[in-house]
Each structure stands twice: as structure tokens, then as C-alpha cells.
């Protein structure tokens, strides 16, 4: 496998609820080490994307490729040995689970089978599975909150538990949808910090997010959504002087709307 | 000891162990309404190799453990496939079917009933009551604890964190009748004879409340309402006829303020961790809704 060939290709891709064309034949790559950010209007399919990659639900046509590797119809549950994490737009900790057994069920994918689920992770105070989750938690600055319900927990401290929850099954290609979404300014930088820190690494990311400045900041690529197709994709510089991708987000000049109303939905 | 003490605690006992046999599935958020019917299946099960092959119940026991256990594992498949409130329902009906065979089954007495030759005493009980219980804290303290909260609290993300929803579903459930025919199966043999008509959906009800009531996120949950059930109403024996009434009372107070049961997890984490005041103000302060859509 050749160091330039993509982490992530998704062939063709379409994918439809009843008339609704989601997605539609969407092709675009993600480069191995490289942020690559998934922008778009609400609506445009950027969080389907995510959920055609992880599984949760299978296209209708086209092909999903990791590492070269038809992925398409592996099930859900077993994308995530693949080595693709991710969180979620709207936080999904498990309620009755503390931060730090939340950040344990991120170690579930590389603890399968009889041995590794009866492995007594709560039975001995110093197990190494504890403790590298409690590692990962301290080393985000969480350590504070390991024993906390996650439910009490501030917004910005639950997305970042997520973050970590997510690198805990060490994946190759991590999906953040919205990660900065809902939180304040302190607290987007925190969260910028710790995913520079994360990134250090090599790791691949692929992030839904609306804040430019954040994008710009994060990621070397942008690939632009619109319902459910590629407008466009470059540098974050290049997309924020792009006409289409201003048309999209701001209107069309003034003559235009019908015409590009009744050009869309042909 | 008096025989009334002594019933009293083999009651406990045998209560004890049906709870952690219905705090498996509630834990993995199954509401298990045929619990009575594996506690049947355990008892008679135990009785027969008792009574025809002269196993020693210490052999009988677990056998019959065995034998609720596998057969939850035959019917978990198509009745796992409902939820909530049909979950419910399809294992209620379950529950009904074990009943009624037994009723029809004339090589166990039928509807008269089935002595049970082999006895055993409050130490026997109290002693299989306490493997059971420690069993259960063992497992719970491994990684299966923590997968079947998460299966319990988000089924989706559990899937995709590579937990085997289905398979923690079916071991929860198919380990908690295995448990619940173990406490039948120790009734059995304590009281010497069994009856169909005793393995009733209100002896399924009665297990379920002992988790609620005790708390279903943690393994001293179970322990707790079991005794707080067996041991109350004994304690109004005093009030006479209106000891249900207060025991009645007694359970919609504790229930109106401890809707997540006596113990929970939150509060176990305050009493054993570092004391700490958790920023509640702030999550308030956030205060974005959470979805917890499917």
C-alpha cells in the first residue's frame, strides 16, 4: 500500500430515504495524515456521510474503501476494528457510566471475545486498561471529572470526554461531526488544543463543522456539500474565495434564485 | 434459631438470588416479565433429578441453573427481537406457556403439585445465595459490566464502539434466568413442595421491583431491595391487616424519591470517590438539550 494512496475513497456513493436523494453519487477521497473538513448547508448530507461511512446506514449504491479495503458491507459494529471512531453531533456519553468508563467502552473494539470482555477492569485498582484510560483522560486535562457522572458535566467538558472516548479504540481515520458546535469560545479553543495535541500523531481526520475560522485553522483540505453532491473541494483558501461555495452560503445574486431553485431540482 | 427466623431468612435468601436474576436483563434495559417461568423451570427441573435420578441438590442446583439457562438461550433469539413494552409482553406470555405446561406435565404431579424429597437447610441457601451474589459482583466488575451499561443506556453507539449488542443482550438475559432458576430450584428444595399456580406473574413483578426499588445500576441494587421487600412486611406484621396497605405506601414513597431505585451509580461514585463539588452549575449554565434519538 503506497503512502499516497487515500485512508479514505468513497466511490459513486448515493443514498436515498424514500424520494429523497440524500446523497447522491458522491466521490471524494481523504488523504492519509491529512485534516480534511466536510462543509455544506444544513441539509446537505454531511452527517448521512458519516453515518454511510461508520455503518449506521448502508448505501444504496457505490463503495466505500479504507486503506483499499471494500468496507461496504462490513456491519456497523465492526468498522470501528477497522480503525474508524468518531463522536457525534449531539453527545452520546452513556448516562449511567462515569467519564472514565465512558472512555473504557472506547477500548471495547480492541477487547473482543470471551477473555477480553471477563478481563476484570474494575477488580484491581491498578489494571492497565484502567489505567491507560485514565492516562488518555489526564492527558486531555479530564483527570478531574474520571469519577463524575457525565451527565452533570459541563457541555464543552461531555464533547471533549467524547474526543477522548473515541481515541481510545486507536483509530487510522477519525470523523468528528460538529465537534465545536454548542460551545463557547474558551471552550473551542480547549477543544482546538487538544486536537492539535491528537493530530501531532499523523492521525487522519475528517470533521462536519460550520465554523470557518475553526476549519481554517484545523484542516488542509475542504470538500464543499451541497444536497448531497461535491461543489467543490481545495484549500480552505481557495474554497472561501470560491463564488459557488459563497452563492451556497450566502444566496445568489438577485436575478438567479428561480433559476437555480428550478436547476437543482431536475 | 426459631422456625420463624429461619423462614424468614431462607425467604431472604431465595429473594436474594431471584433479584440478581432479574437484575441481569433490567440492567441490560430488558424488562423481563417471565422471570416466574425460568424460576418454575429451575424448581421442577431441580426436584425431578432430585426425586427420579437421587442427584444431591448440590448437583440438581446447578443443573437446573443449567437448564433455565439454556432454555433462555433457545427462546432469547425470537423474543429479544421485541422491545420495551412487547419485550415485556412476549416474556409475560412466556412466563404463561411454562406455567401451563407445567400444569399439563402429569409426570411432575400436574396441577396437584410435585413434593420435592431432597431438603436443605438456611446455611445451604444462605451459602448459594452468597456465591450467586459474588458471582455477579465478579462480572460486573469486568469489562462485560461496563459493555452491558452501555448496551442498557445507547444501543446504537454501543454498536458502533464494536459492543455486540445482540450477544450482551442474550448473555444478559440467558444468565439471569440461569440465576432465577437457581433461586427456584433452592425454593423447591427448602419447601418441599411446588405448585404451578406459585410461579405467577406477580412473583415475576415482585423480582422486577426488588431491582427498581434497590437500583439497577449498581451489583448492591438487587441486594438492597430484595432485603427491603422480604424484610418489611415482616416488620408490619405488628400493624396486622393493614401491613400491606403500609407496605404498599412504603414502596410509592421510596419510588417517588428515588425514581432511579435506593442505590445508584451517581451516588455510590460520591460516597467511595474523592469528594468533590461537581460544576452542576455550569452544565445548567450550558443547558443545550441532549438527543437521545435512536
Same mark, same amino acid.
Given at each position: 500500500?503506497?503512502a499516497?494512496?487515500?485512508?479514505?475513497r468513497?466511490?459513486?456513493v448515493?443514498?436515498?430515504?424514500g424520494?429523497l436523494?440524500?446523497?447522491?453519487?458522491?466521490?471524494f477521497a481523504?488523504?492519509?495524515?491529512?485534516?480534511?473538513a466536510?462543509?455544506?448547508p444544513?441539509?446537505? $448530507?454531511?452527517?448521512?456521510?458519516?453515518?454511510?461511512?461508520?455503518?449506521?446506514f448502508?448505501?444504496?449504491?457505490g463503495?466505500?474503501?479504507?486503506?483499499? !479495503?471494500?468496507?461496504?458491507?462490513?456491519?456497523?459494529r465492526?468498522?470501528i476494528?477497522?480503525?474508524?471512531a468518531r463522536n457525534?453531533?449531539?453527545?452520546r456519553?452513556m448516562?449511567?457510566?462515569?467519564?472514565?468508563?465512558?472512555?473504557?467502552?472506547g477500548q471495547?473494539?480492541?477487547?473482543?471475545?470471551?477473555?477480553?470482555v471477563?478481563?476484570?477492569?474494575?477488580?484491581?485498582p491498578?489494571?492497565?486498561?484502567?489505567e491507560?484510560?485514565?492516562?488518555?483522560?489526564?492527558?486531555?486535562?479530564?483527570?478531574?471529572?474520571?469519577?463524575?457522572?457525565?451527565?452533570?458535566?459541563?457541555? &464543552?467538558?461531555?464533547?471533549?470526554?467524547?474526543?477522548?472516548?473515541?481515541?481510545? +479504540?486507536?483509530?487510522?481515520?477519525l470523523?468528528?461531526?460538529?465537534?465545536?458546535?454548542?460551545?463557547?469560545?474558551?471552550?473551542?479553543?480547549?477543544?482546538?488544543?487538544?486536537?492539535?495535541?491528537?493530530?501531532?500523531? $499523523?492521525?487522519?481526520?475528517l470533521?462536519?463543522?460550520?465554523?470557518?475560522?475553526f476549519v481554517?485553522?484545523?484542516?488542509?483540505?475542504?470538500?464543499?456539500l451541497?444536497?448531497?453532491?461535491?461543489?467543490?473541494?481545495?484549500?480552505?483558501?481557495?474554497i472561501?474565495?470560491?463564488?459557488?461555495?459563497?452563492?451556497?452560503?450566502l &444566496?445568489?445574486?438577485?436575478a438567479e434564485?428561480?433559476?437555480?431553485h428550478?436547476a437543482r431540482?431536475? | 434459631?426459631? $422456625?420463624?427466623l429461619?423462614g424468614v431468612?431462607?425467604?431472604?435468601?431465595?429473594?436474594?438470588?431471584?433479584?440478581y436474576?432479574?437484575f441481569l436483563?433490567?440492567?441490560?434495559g430488558?424488562?423481563?416479565?417471565?422471570l416466574?417461568g425460568?424460576?418454575?423451570? &429451575?424448581a421442577?427441573?431441580?426436584a425431578?433429578?432430585?426425586?427420579?435420578?437421587?442427584?444431591?441438590?448440590v448437583?440438581?442446583i446447578?443443573?437446573?441453573?443449567?437448564?433455565?439457562?439454556?432454555?433462555?438461550?433457545?427462546?432469547?433469539?425470537?423474543?429479544l427481537?421485541?422491545?420495551?413494552?412487547y419485550?415485556?409482553?412476549?416474556?409475560?406470555?412466556l412466563?404463561?406457556?411454562?406455567?401451563a405446561?407445567?400444569?399439563?406435565?402429569?409426570?411432575?404431579?400436574?396441577?396437584? &403439585?410435585y413434593?420435592?424429597?431432597?431438603?436443605?437447610?438456611?446455611?445451604?441457601?444462605?451459602?448459594? +445465595?452468597?456465591?450467586?451474589?459474588?458471582?455477579?459482583?465478579?462480572?460486573?466488575?469486568?469489562r462485560?459490566?461496563?459493555?452491558?451499561?452501555?448496551?442498557?443506556d445507547?444501543?446504537?453507539?454501543?454498536?458502533?464502539?464494536?459492543?455486540?449488542?445482540?450477544?450482551?443482550?442474550?448473555?444478559?438475559?440467558?444468565?439471569?434466568?440461569?440465576?432465577?432458576? !437457581?433461586?427456584?430450584?433452592?425454593y423447591?428444595?427448602?419447601?418441599s413442595?411446588?405448585?404451578?399456580?406459585?410461579?405467577?406473574?406477580?412473583?415475576?413483578?415482585?423480582?422486577?421491583l426488588?431491582v427498581?426499588?434497590?437500583g439497577t445500576?449498581?451489583?448492591i $441494587?438487587?441486594?438492597?431491595?430484595?432485603?427491603?421487600?422480604?424484610?418489611?412486611?415482616?416488620?408490619?406484621?405488628?400493624?396486622?391487616?393493614?401491613?400491606?396497605?403500609?407496605?404498599?405506601?412504603?414502596?410509592?414513597? !421510596?419510588?417517588?424519591?428515588?425514581?432511579e431505585?435506593?442505590v445508584?451509580?451517581a451516588?455510590l461514585?460520591?460516597?467511595?470517590?474523592?469528594?468533590?463539588?461537581?460544576?452542576?452549575?455550569?452544565?445548567?449554565?450550558?443547558?443545550l438539550?441532549?438527543?437521545?434519538?435512536?
Open positions: 500500500m503506497s499516497n494512496e487515500p485512508i479514505l468513497l466511490d459513486s448515493s443514498k436515498h430515504f424520494g436523494r440524500v446523497i447522491e453519487s458522491l466521490t481523504v488523504r492519509r495524515g491529512v485534516r480534511t466536510l462543509i455544506g444544513n441539509g446537505a $448530507g454531511k452527517t448521512t456521510v458519516f453515518n454511510l461511512i461508520t455503518g449506521v448502508s448505501v444504496d449504491a463503495r466505500i474503501l479504507l486503506d483499499g !479495503i471494500d468496507i461496504t458491507d462490513t456491519p456497523s465492526l468498522r476494528g477497522y480503525g474508524i457525534f453531533q449531539n453527545i456519553l448516562p449511567h457510566l462515569s467519564a472514565l468508563e465512558n472512555v473504557m467502552v471495547h473494539c480492541r477487547n473482543r471475545g470471551v477473555r477480553g471477563l478481563h476484570p477492569v474494575n477488580l484491581v491498578r489494571n492497565r486498561w484502567r491507560a484510560a485514565r492516562a488518555a483522560l489526564a492527558d486531555a486535562a479530564l483527570i478531574q471529572y474520571e469519577r463524575s457522572t457525565v451527565g452533570n458535566l459541563p457541555y &464543552g467538558v461531555q464533547k471533549r470526554i467524547e474526543l477522548v472516548r473515541a481515541l481510545m +479504540a486507536q483509530p487510522r481515520l470523523l468528528l461531526d460538529e465537534p465545536a458546535a454548542g460551545l463557547n469560545p474558551a471552550e473551542t479553543e480547549t477543544l482546538q488544543a487538544q486536537l492539535e495535541k491528537v493530530c501531532i500523531g $499523523g492521525l487522519t481526520v470533521v462536519v463543522e460550520h465554523d470557518m475560522h481554517g485553522a484545523l484542516c488542509e483540505d475542504v470538500i464543499v451541497d444536497f448531497g453532491r461535491k461543489i467543490v473541494e481545495g484549500s480552505p483558501e481557495d472561501r474565495h470560491n463564488p459557488l461555495v459563497q452563492e451556497i452560503y &444566496g445568489a445574486p438577485a434564485p428561480m433559476e437555480r428550478s431540482s431536475a | 434459631m426459631s $422456625g420463624y429461619e431468612l431462607v425467604l431472604l435468601a431465595v429473594n436474594v438470588v431471584f433479584a436474576g432479574g436483563p433490567l440492567a441490560a430488558q424488562l423481563n416479565l417471565g416466574a425460568f424460576a418454575a423451570i &429451575g421442577y427441573v431441580s425431578y433429578l432430585s426425586n427420579v435420578f437421587t442427584l444431591a441438590p448437583i440438581a446447578p443443573l437446573a441453573g443449567v437448564a433455565a439457562g439454556i432454555v433462555a438461550l433457545i427462546v432469547a433469539v425470537p423474543v427481537r421485541t422491545r420495551g413494552i419485550l415485556a409482553l412476549a416474556t409475560f406470555a412466563g404463561q406457556i411454562v406455567q405446561i407445567i400444569l399439563n406435565l402429569e409426570v411432575v404431579g400436574g396441577a396437584a &403439585g413434593p420435592v424429597a431432597a431438603f436443605i437447610r438456611l446455611p445451604a441457601i444462605a451459602a448459594a +445465595a452468597a456465591v450467586v451474589v459474588t458471582l455477579v459482583w465478579l462480572l460486573f466488575a469486568t462485560f459490566g461496563i459493555a452491558v451499561t452501555a448496551v442498557h445507547d444501543e446504537r453507539v454501543a454498536d458502533l464502539m464494536g459492543i455486540d449488542v445482540r450477544a450482551f443482550q442474550i448473555a444478559a438475559f440467558s444468565l439471569g434466568s440461569a440465576i432465577t432458576g !437457581i433461586g427456584g430450584a433452592l423447591a428444595h427448602h419447601f413442595f411446588i405448585e404451578a399456580q406459585y410461579f405467577n406473574i406477580s412473583l415475576s413483578i415482585t423480582i422486577v426488588y427498581l426499588l434497590g445500576q449498581t451489583v $441494587g438487587p441486594l438492597l431491595g430484595a432485603a427491603v421487600f422480604t424484610l418489611l412486611p415482616e416488620l408490619l406484621r405488628a400493624s396486622a391487616n393493614w401491613r400491606y396497605v403500609a407496605f404498599a405506601a412504603a414502596l410509592i414513597v !421510596i419510588m417517588a424519591l428515588r425514581p431505585g435506593l445508584t451509580g451516588q461514585r460520591r460516597l467511595f470517590g474523592i469528594t468533590r463539588a461537581e460544576p452542576r452549575a455550569a452544565a445548567v449554565a450550558a443547558g438539550p441532549k438527543e437521545r434519538a435512536g
